[in-house]
């Protein structure tokens, strides 16, 4: 039931874009979206409740489609303060309250 | 103000030992988390407890109990510690609305335990 994301990891150079996905195999409810800084907590960016609904935080936005049970995390023009690892975390119909997270993507903006 | 604290931050201990480490959130949230993060980083879900009672128990050894003497406060204790404990352990928590799970409510996490067990 744990969510699957890609990529694993990916490379910038400070000023460009990236996509992250995450998909599962099970109806959702929502998906949460956390970046963790090296040796920090996981900070939480957005949930996504409906089906179409795309939210934004700073240059960093998601979308989630519900009938494919994906969700995207688009990284703008990105910035140095962008590196870190990005998991995705969600919450499926059938197991109530559980909030599941991906195996995360790590994200390193190079000057 | 720290949202969600956790005590100690980092715990080295032999194998065979009990430890615990415990957690304090003065947001008001009801909803209370043990998340497990290994060493590639997966955040695996152990216990939840919403106002003392708990919700949620992932397939976690018997050696782990947790304890939540009021919805502010979550504990969690380690009998015989093993060498696969190693991880960071973090609590979190969050709010839930009415009468609606927690699955549209942010968790806050706390900066998380560093447990060794050598």
């Known amino acids: 039931q744990q969510p699957v994301q890609s990529p694993q990891a990916v490379i910038l150079r400070e000023g460009e874009d990236a996509v992250i996905n995450c998909s599962s195999s099970k109806a959702l409810y929502s998906v949460h979206w956390y970046r963790q800084k090296h040796g920090e907590a996981p900070v939480f960016l957005m949930i996504?409740?409906?089906?179409?609904e795309q939210k934004g935080h700073e240059k960093i936005s998601a979308s989630f489609n519900e009938k494919k049970q994906q969700s995207s995390l688009y990284l703008t023009a990105s910035q140095l303060s962008y590196s870190g690892t990005y998991f995705c975390?969600?919450?499926?119909?059938?197991?109530?309250?559980?909030?599941?997270f991906g195996g995360g993507t790590r994200v390193l903006v190079k000057p | 103000d720290t949202a969600v604290s956790q005590t100690p931050k980092y715990l080295v201990t032999q194998m065979g030992n009990d430890k615990s480490i415990k957690c304090e959130q003065n947001?008001?949230?009801?909803?209370m988390y043990w998340y497990k993060q290994d060493s590639k980083k997966f955040l695996k879900i152990m216990f939840s407890y919403n106002n003392k009672e708990l919700i949620i128990n992932e397939t976690v050894p018997n050696r782990f109990s947790p304890k939540s003497p009021d919805k502010a406060h979550l504990n969690l204790h380690i009998n015989s510690l093993e060498l696969g404990d190693s991880a960071v352990y973090f609590c979190?928590?969050?709010?839930?609305?009415?009468?609606?799970?927690?699955?549209?409510?942010?968790?806050?996490f706390g900066n998380g335990t560093r447990l060794t067990v050598t």
């Open positions: 975390g969600t919450v499926i119909k059938a197991a109530g309250n559980k909030l599941t």
């Open positions: 996504l409740l409906k089906g179409g």
């Open positions: 979190a928590s969050s709010q839930v609305l009415g009468s609606q799970s927690s699955y549209n409510s942010p968790l806050h």
């Open positions: 947001l008001g949230h009801d909803t």
